[in-house]
C-alpha cells in the first residue's frame, strides 16, 4: 500500500513536469503546425541560462523568469529571422528540417560558449527531500509540480478568458477562419511560437536543478513530450495534460510493478492503441472543416 | 627595420623547411571521438590527451624518419551510426592510415565492423569484452576489458564491502550487458543475494520510480551501472533524495568529475572503480600528469590517459615495425612487445586485449575520487 | 450625392499562371447592397477574397472609403470596417457559440453591433449559445458566420454565398436578414449562385463570367436581361 502511495505521487509529479514541455509542444504545433524540433534546444536554454544568471548573483526564484525572458528573447529573434520567413504555411515536412538545424545549431552553441561536461544548476531546494508519513518527496520536484500546475492554470485560463487567448485557440481550430475574422493570424503566431517557447525554458529552469544543464538534456523529455502530445490529441492543450497525467502515472506505475525496461515503450504503446482506437487522440477533434 | 628582418627570416624559414616537409608526408590518424552530444565531455577530455602525445611525438622528430604525426578528428556525436560515418569518411576520404575509436560500447562495436581487417583500429575506452572478442586481428584495446575490471570490483563488492542483497539499474547498452554477466556470475559463487536489476532504456527521464522500487526490496546495496555523466549525477541526487542505500557503488570506469560536480554532493561516499587514479601518483604517472596540468589547466582523468597512450601506442607501433600501413607487421609489432606508458608497461595478448598493471578502489570525495584500495593486476 | 464606399478598378487575380479575374471594374455606395451574379468558377469568390485581402492582388487597384486598401492584409481591411463572411462560413468548430463570436476584437467603425444584436437577428444562435459550433446544422452555421461578420462592426459585409446548402425556408432567413442590414445602414457586396434571391435583396448587380464582367445596371435590369441567363448556363 505505501509502496502504491509512493509510486501514484512519484507519478503524478513525473505528468505535471510533462505537462509543461508537452503543452509548449502542442501549442506550437496547433497554431503554426510546426514540429518543433528545437523544443529539446530551448529547454536546455532554459536551464543554461538559469544557471548563468545564478552565477551572475541573482537567486534561483529570480533567475528563473529571468531566464524564461532570455529564451523567449532568444525564440522571438529565431522567429523573426527563420521561423516566420521559413515555415509558415509551408507544412510540417520543411519544419522537421529547419528546425531541426536550429535545435543542432543552439546545441553547437551551448558547447562553444558553456562546454560540452554537465553543470549543476543550484536550487535552494537542493537534494532536500521531504519525509511525509514515510513517504520521501524531493522539494525540487514539488516545487516543479507546483510551479507547473500554477502556470498551466494560469495559462488555461489565460486561453479561456482573454480575447488573445480565444483568438490563440481559433487560428489552431481554423486558420482560414481567423484570417476572416480580422485576426492578425502572423502575430497570433508570434505569439503562439513564443509561448511555447518560453514554456520550454521555463520546464529546463524547473527541471535543470534535478538533471544538471547539458547540452543535450531536452532531448529525452521532448521524446516524451511527443508521446504526450499525440495521446493527447496533437495541438490540443487539454489533451496534452492529461496525456502528461496519463503518461506520468502509466510509467511510474509500469516502473514500479511491471518492468522497467519496457516503460518507455509503454507511451508507444498507449499512442498506438489511441491512434487505433481515436485517431483523434484524447482530447482532440475529428476534422471538421479542413479544405 | 626589426620587422623587416623579422620577416626575411620568416621567409627564409620556410625555404629551408618546404623540402623537407615534402620529402615526408605526415602520418594521418583518424580520431573518433564524441565531440558533441551526452558524452561530449570524454570527447573534449580525450582530445587533449591526443593532441599532447602527438605534440609529444612530433616534437622528438616524429616516426618513421621524421614524418609527422596528424590528427583527423571526427565526431561520433555519441550515436551508432554516426560513429559509422566518421569511420567511413576518415578512411576515405581522409585516408588516414589507422583509426583511433572507442568511448561507448555500443557505438565501439558498430565501429569495429567498418574497419575489422581494413584498418588499425585501437580502441582506447569502451570495455565490453564482445568488442575485442570478435577476433579482429588488427584491433586493439588500450582499457582493460568489463570483465577484466568488474571481476576485481565486483570481487571487491562482495567480499569485501559483503553486503546481504545488491540492488542493481543500469542503463540497456553492451557496457552493462558484460558487467551484469560479470556481476551474475561472481555474486552466485557468494553468500551475496541480487535483489533486483532494473535495467532501464536511454529514453528515461526520470529515476524516482526505479529507486522507489528498488529500495523496496531491502537491499543494502545499490549499484548503479551508467557511463553517461548528466544522468549518473540525475541518478545519484534521485537516490539520495529517497535517502539512499546503506552502501553504494558504481560501475567500474565510469565516474568522473564530469558526474562528480553537477550531482552537487549527492555522490559522495560512493564505491567506484577505474585503471586510473591522479592521487598519489609517482614516477611516470606522476610526471604525466604535470605536463597535462601545465599545458591545459586541467588535471588529466582515465579518459585522456587511454587516448594519450593510443596514440602513442600506434606511432610507436608504426616506428617500430617500420611502416605506416603494413597493418599485420604493425599487428605483430604490437603484440610483440611491451609498451611504456605513464601506467607502467603495457603488454596486448592475441585478443589485442591490454592489461593495466594496477587496478584502484575508488570512493568519491568531494569533487573527485579518493585513493581506497590498490590491486596488482596479474 | 451618394458616397462610394468601394471602388475597384482594373483589378486582376491570379493563381500562379491562371488569372482568375481580368481588369474588374465595380463600385459600391454607401448603404448600398451590389450582387455578383455567375456561375461556378467565373471568379467570384476571388473578387472578394482579393477586396478583403486574403489574396494578393496582381495589378489593378481597391479603394475604399477613399483610400487605397490594394494588397492590405486582412486583418487590416478589416479594422477599416470591411468584414468578409467566407464561402464555407470558416467558422471555429471547437469553440462555442457564444466564443466565436467574442473572440473579434476590431471595430471597422460602422454600427455598433453587440452579441445582443446578433441574437436577435438570429434567435436560433441564443438556443445553442453555449453549443459547439461544429455541432451546428449548416443553416445556424451560416448564421455565426454573419454574426461573426457583424461583430467586427463593419461598414462593408462581403458575403460570399449565404444561400449555399441552406433549405428554401432558411434560405430566405437569412437573405432577409442581410436585407434588415441596408436599414442599419451596412452596405453589402452579396456572391450568389441563386440569382433570384440574389437579386431580390440587391439594388444593383455585376455578372461576372469567366474572370471579366459581362454586364451590370440594377437588380430589375438583370433579372430582365438575357446576357445573365448565359453567364449561368456558361453558354
Redesign the interface.
Known amino acids: 500500500m505505501d509502496?502504491l502511495i509512493?509510486?501514484l505521487i512519484?507519478?503524478l509529479?513525473?505528468g505535471a513536469?510533462y505537462a509543461l514541455v508537452a503543452v509548449g509542444l502542442t501549442v506550437i504545433f496547433g497554431t503554426l503546425h510546426i514540429v518543433n524540433f528545437a523544443h529539446g534546444a530551448f529547454f536546455a536554454l532554459g536551464a543554461y541560462a538559469t544557471l548563468l544568471i545564478e552565477r551572475a548573483g541573482a537567486p534561483y526564484l529570480l533567475a528563473i523568469p529571468l531566464a524564461v525572458l532570455c529564451v523567449a528573447a532568444i525564440g522571438f529573434a529565431l522567429e523573426a529571422t527563420i521561423v516566420r520567413r521559413a515555415l509558415y504555411d509551408q507544412g510540417e515536412h520543411g519544419s522537421i528540417i529547419v528546425t531541426f538545424a536550429i535545435s543542432q545549431a543552439i546545441?553547437?552553441a551551448i558547447?562553444l560558449v558553456v562546454?560540452?561536461?554537465?553543470?549543476?544548476v543550484?536550487s535552494p531546494f537542493?537534494?532536500?527531500?521531504v519525509?511525509v508519513g514515510g513517504f520521501?518527496l524531493?522539494a525540487q520536484?514539488i516545487f516543479i509540480a507546483a510551479a507547473s500546475v500554477a502556470v498551466l492554470a494560469g495559462f488555461a485560463l489565460w486561453l479561456r478568458r482573454s480575447?488573445k487567448g480565444?483568438?490563440i485557440?481559433?487560428v489552431s481550430?481554423?486558420a482560414?477562419?481567423?484570417?476572416?475574422?480580422?485576426?492578425?493570424?502572423p502575430l497570433i503566431r508570434s505569439l503562439s511560437f513564443l509561448l511555447g517557447i518560453a514554456a520550454a525554458g521555463l520546464a529546463g529552469a524547473l527541471m535543470g536543478p534535478?538533471?544538471?544543464?547539458?547540452?543535450?538534456?531536452g532531448?529525452?523529455?521532448v521524446?516524451?513530450a511527443f508521446t504526450v502530445v499525440i495521446l493527447g490529441g496533437l495541438g490540443s492543450i487539454g489533451g496534452a495534460m492529461l496525456g502528461a497525467l496519463v503518461i506520468g502515472l502509466g510509467?511510474?506505475l509500469f516502473?514500479?510493478y511491471v518492468s522497467?525496461?519496457w516503460?518507455?515503450?509503454l507511451g508507444w504503446v498507449l499512442v498506438i492503441l489511441v491512434l487505433l482506437l481515436r485517431p483523434q487522440g484524447l482530447m482532440g477533434?475529428a476534422q471538421?472543416?479542413r479544405? | 627595420m626589426k620587422l623587416r628582418a623579422k620577416a626575411a627570416l620568416a621567409a627564409l624559414a620556410v625555404l629551408v623547411a618546404t623540402p623537407a616537409a615534402q620529402a615526408a608526408d605526415p602520418v594521418k590518424i583518424g580520431m573518433v571521438l564524441p565531440l558533441t552530444g551526452p558524452t561530449a565531455g570524454y570527447g573534449k577530455d580525450g582530445k587533449l590527451g591526443a593532441d599532447m602525445a602527438a605534440a609529444e611525438i612530433n616534437a622528438a622528430g616524429g616516426i618513421l624518419d621524421g614524418r609527422e604525426i596528424e590528427l583527423v578528428y571526427e565526431d561520433e556525436k555519441g550515436a551508432p551510426q554516426d560513429g559509422v560515418a566518421a569511420v567511413q569518411k576518415l578512411m576515405t576520404r581522409e585516408r588516414v592510415q589507422a583509426i583511433i575509436a572507442g568511448m561507448n560500447s555500443s557505438i565501439t562495436l558498430a565501429e569495429s565492423a567498418i574497419t575489422k581487417n581494413r584498418i588499425l583500429h585501437v580502441n582506447p575506452a569502451a570495455q565490453a569484452d564482445a568488442i575485442t572478442a570478435q577476433g579482429s586481428p588488427w584491433l586493439f584495446q588500450i582499457n582493460n576489458t568489463a570483465s577484466t575490471n568488474a571481476t576485481i570490483f565486483h570481487t571487491y563488492l562482495t567480499e569485501q564491502m559483503a553486503p546481504k542483497a545488491i540492488a542493481v539499474m543500469g542503463e540497456n547498452t553492451e557496457f552493462n550487458k558484460a558487467v551484469l554477466e560479470n556481476l551474475r556470475e561472481i555474486v552466485g559463487e557468494s553468500s551475496v543475494e541480487l535483489a533486483e536489476i532494473a535495467t532501464y532504456d536511454g529514453a528515461t527521464t526520470d529515476f524516482t520510480s526505479i529507486i522507489t522500487r528498488l529500495k523496496s526490496t531491502g537491499a543494502d546495496m545499490i549499484y548503479v551501472i551508467d557511463a553517461y555523466p548528466a544522468r549518473t549525477a540525475q541518478i545519484w541526487k534521485q537516490i539520495r533524495q529517497q535517502g539512499g542505500f546503506p552502501m553504494e557503488a558504481h560501475a567500474v570506469g565510469t565516474v568522473q568529475r564530469s558526474a562528480i560536480v553537477p550531482a552537487e554532493g549527492a555522490m559522495e561516499g560512493v564505491i567506484t572503480a577505474d585503471i586510473f587514479i591522479a592521487e598519489g601518483a609517482t614516477g611516470d604517472m606522476a610526471r604525466f600528469i604535470d605536463r597535462f596540468t601545465e599545458q591545459n589547466g586541467v588535471a588529466p582523468n582515465k579518459v585522456s590517459l587511454v587516448v594519450y597512450e593510443a596514440v602513442k601506442v600506434v606511432a610507436g607501433a608504426m616506428d617500430k615495425a617500420g611502416s605506416a600501413d603494413d597493418y599485420a607487421l604493425i599487428s605483430d609489432t604490437l603484440r610483440g612487445n611491451v609498451w611504456t606508458t605513464p601506467r607502467g608497461a603495457l603488454s596486448f595478448d592475441d585478443n589485442g586485449r591490454a592489461k593495466a598493471p594496477y587496478f584502484y578502489i575508488h570512493k568519491v570525495t568531494g569533487e573527485d575520487v579518493g585513493l581506497l584500495d590498490t590491486f596488482e593486476v596479474e | 450625392m451618394i458616397e462610394t464606399l468601394l471602388e475597384v478598378s482594373d483589378l486582376t487575380v491570379g493563381y500562379g499562371r491562371v488569372t482568375a479575374l481580368r481588369e474588374v471594374s465595380l463600385t459600391v455606395r454607401a448603404g448600398e447592397t451590389v450582387a455578383i451574379l455567375g456561375a461556378n468558377g467565373a471568379g467570384k469568390t476571388t473578387l472578394l477574397n482579393a477586396i478583403s485581402g486574403v489574396l494578393p492582388v496582381r495589378s489593378g487597384a481597391v479603394r475604399y472609403a477613399g483610400r487605397g486598401i490594394t494588397g492590405m492584409k486582412p486583418w487590416a481591411t478589416a479594422r477599416l470596417g470591411v468584414s468578409h463572411v467566407p464561402e464555407g462560413r470558416e467558422i471555429f468548430p471547437g469553440m462555442t457559440v457564444e466564443a466565436n463570436l467574442r473572440l473579434i476584437d476590431v471595430h471597422g467603425g460602422g454600427p455598433d453591433f453587440s452579441i445582443d444584436d446578433v441574437l436577435e437577428m438570429f434567435p436560433r444562435l441564443g438556443e445553442r449559445f453555449g453549443q459547439l459550433a461544429g455541432g451546428l446544422s449548416g443553416g445556424e452555421q451560416q448564421m455565426l458566420a454573419i454574426g461573426r461578420g457583424l461583430m467586427a462592426s463593419p461598414r462593408l459585409l462581403l458575403l460570399d454565398e449565404p444561400s449555399l446548402g441552406l433549405s428554401p425556408m432558411l434560405s430566405r432567413a437569412v437573405l432577409g436578414a442581410i436585407a434588415g442590414l441596408k436599414a442599419r445602414g451596412i452596405s453589402a457586396l452579396l456572391v450568389e449562385q441563386n440569382m433570384r434571391a440574389a437579386l431580390k435583396v440587391a439594388d444593383r448587380g455585376y455578372v461576372l463570367r469567366v474572370g471579366r464582367i459581362t454586364a451590370e445596371g440594377s437588380a430589375a435590369e438583370l433579372e430582365a436581361s438575357p446576357d445573365i441567363r448565359r453567364a449561368y448556363l456558361g453558354v
Open positions: 509502496l509512493q509510486t512519484n507519478g509529479i513525473l513536469g546545441v553547437a558547447i562546454g560540452p561536461d554537465p553543470l549543476p543550484p537542493g537534494q532536500t527531500a519525509s520521501f524531493s520536484r480575447v480565444q483568438q485557440l481559433a481550430q481554423n482560414r477562419g481567423a484570417l476572416y475574422s480580422g485576426i492578425n493570424v534535478m538533471i544538471s544543464a547539458f547540452p543535450t538534456m532531448d529525452a523529455n521524446i516524451v510509467n511510474a516502473e514500479t522497467v525496461s516503460t518507455p515503450a477533434r471538421l472543416d479544405h
